[in-house]
Nanobody
Framework: VQLQASGGGLVQAGGSLRLSCAAS????????TGWFRQAPGKERELVAT???????NYADSVKGRSTISRDDAKNTVYLEMNNLKPDDTGVYYC??????????????WGLGTQVTVSS
């Protein structure tokens, strides 16, 4: 399985971005997918998660400004972020987690996409 993230870029504070994570060949076998981010000099942190049942979870720092969604027909997970802040700057990594009965619950990571928010 490969995960391909896209949609990052340079945006002014207050702007919006939509990140996409395309899974190949399929996203349907994963129990959870989502996004982490890593800012310079900081640890990687969870941004948002969506389960295969549609349940979502967000970091407090993005709650109310972000929406994660999943389109199984397109094998893609999206993260829409609004009212972006300079603190949202970082490399965003998408991930997908297998259920325990497949690959022992292994987590697969995609290459990151850079998000830079200017003040």
């Amino acid at each position: 399985v490969q995960l391909q993230a896209s949609g990052g870029g340079l945006v002014q504070a207050g702007g919006s971005l939509r990140l996409s994570c395309a899974a190949s060949p399929t996203i349907s076998r994963f129990v959870a997918t989502g996004w982490f981010r890593q800012a310079p000099g900081k640890e990687r942190e969870l941004v948002a998660t969506i389960t295969n049942g549609g349940g979502t979870n967000y970091a407090d720092s993005v709650k109310g400004r972000s929406t994660i969604s999943r389109d199984d027909a397109k094998n893609t997970v999206y993260l829409e972020m609004n009212n972006l802040k300079p603190d949202d700057t970082g490399v965003y990594y998408c991930y997908a987690k297998y259920p325990l009965y497949l690959s022992n619950g292994r987590t697969v990571w995609g290459l990151g996409t850079q998000v830079t928010v200017s003040s």
